[in-house]
């Protein structure tokens, strides 16, 4: 693999099948291919740093060489945005108001969207990392991007919506600019409405949530990302692989490949015989269902996965996923 | 009394002012005022409007951005308690609608 096509790589898939393993193995072997990559972790419950044997927390640290990681702390970062927005309240309103809100800023900072919306903000903020992405500003730069765990159903509820989502905020401001249009009329009642009506921050504030909206869409809908999905050649994570690969290729988005992890070597002896003849019908069950796409077996290893050792012996099978 | 020409002008002339004041204030009250006072009305719910889609989350209506509309939050604080009173306090939407015409 001598060019990269793709900045963003995902690695979605059922609870321990690997996903972690299997995003650790391809950013190394993009990092041993000669690219700077950054290995994402969005699950709550991290487990990168026991992979790849070094602390990592919410801000990027290096791993080795051509390579960093990132574990995204969702709750950190929804703290970070409430308090930026506590802090501006303060500076614009008296504090006697500040204190009637706060109750209602704990229920959103506490809502069931609030920490996968911070967690899909920090995602756009560190795709604007890759090199050509339009918002890369100078700053550091990386060739390749690979998350550990896909975006959750909430994410991808808010990319599903584009249309609906930024026809709403396309209504939204042009209420808001009516109003602000009326008020002006009648400007010398309401002199600083009048005054917003030309330059609003309410409409400021929209219009950058829209745009923001807009590019990660471009970003995750484009060839410059793809999806895999790591599953077991086992009943349950086939069904749920086939329900999200339907969804995400409703999205629009691209789903690369599936890699079957813990695949039992043939030579595996009599207690996995049973087993075997089991797989057998699952692994063509994989064929026949994700056939179109790009599949990768990986076998079942002789220990599990302690660390970098054995997240290099399984990047060199992975790098048939490009 | 006998009043000089000049005092009964002088009254005449106040007299005229005092009808031209009143006349002022009824055309301010009944047309101009009434004019604007549509606008503003008009203004006033539509921002109520507004309001209800940014924040309808604080009456317990999911939004599905109410994580990032939450930063518009600093900019309209003010009207905020006032505006979540008139909606929590809303009697008859009837009524509401017929206060935007003028039956009188």
């Known amino acids: 693999m001598t060019s990269l096509r793709r900045s963003f790589t995902f690695f979605g898939g059922k609870g321990g099948t690997g996903k972690t393993t299997c995003s650790a193995a391809y950013a190394v072997k993009l990092a041993d291919d000669g690219f700077d990559t950054l290995l994402v972790s969005t699950d709550p419950a991290h487990s990168l740093s026991d992979i790849v044997g070094t602390g990592l927390d919410n801000t990027i640290r290096p791993i080795r060489e051509r390579l960093w990681g990132i574990e995204i702390d969702a709750a950190e970062e929804s703290k970070r945005y409430i308090g930026e927005i506590q802090d501006k309240m303060l500076a614009i309103v008296s504090p006697a108001i500040v204190e009637e809100i706060k109750r209602q800023m704990e229920i959103a900072y506490t809502s069931p969207g609030a920490e996968e919306a911070a967690t899909f903000d920090k995602f756009v903020e560190l795709m604007d990392m890759v090199k050509g992405a339009d918002g890369a500003k100078g700053g550091r730069t990386f060739d390749s991007i690979v998350f550990d765990t896909a975006p959750t159903g909430h994410t991808l509820r808010l990319l599903s919506l584009p249309e609906i989502l930024g026809a709403w905020i396309d209504s939204l401001i042009a209420k808001r600019r009516k109003t602000l249009e009326l008020f002006g009329m009648v400007g010398k009642f309401e002199e600083d409405m009048k005054k917003r009506a030309t330059d609003d921050p309410v409409i400021d504030t929209l219009t950058r949530r829209q745009k923001q909206f807009e590019k990660s869409r471009e970003y995750l809908t484009g060839d410059m990302s793809a999806f895999f999905f790591v599953l077991n050649a086992e009943k349950m994570p086939i069904m749920e692989t086939a329900r999200a690969v339907e969804m995400l290729e409703k999205f629009g988005i691209t789903v690369g490949g599936v890699v079957v992890n813990r695949v039992i070597p043939p030579d595996a002896g009599e207690f996995f015989a049973e087993r075997l003849k089991d797989q057998e019908g699952y692994l063509a069950d994989i064929e026949r269902r994700f056939g179109g796409k790009n599949i990768v077996r990986l076998p079942l290893l002789r220990s599990d996965v302690r660390g970098m050792e054995q997240v290099e012996e399984i990047a060199a099978i992975l790098g048939k996923l490009e | ?104």
């Open chain 2, 1 to 104: 009394m006998a009043m000089t020409v000049r005092e009964i002008f002088d009254k005449v002339k106040r007299a005229v002012f005092s009808v031209g004041e009143w006349l002022w204030l009824f055309v301010v009250a009944s047309f101009l005022e009434k004019r604007t006072f549509a606008i503003r009305k008009e203004a006033w719910d539509m921002n109520d409007n507004v309001m209800l889609l940014l924040f309808g989350d604080f009456l317990g209506l999911p939004n599905p951005i109410s994580y990032y509309t939450l930063e518009i939050l600093p900019y309209i604080a003010e009207d905020m308690p006032a505006w979540q009173r008139r909606i929590m306090n809303r009697k008859s939407v009837a009524a509401e609608k017929a206060a935007q015409y003028d039956f009188t």
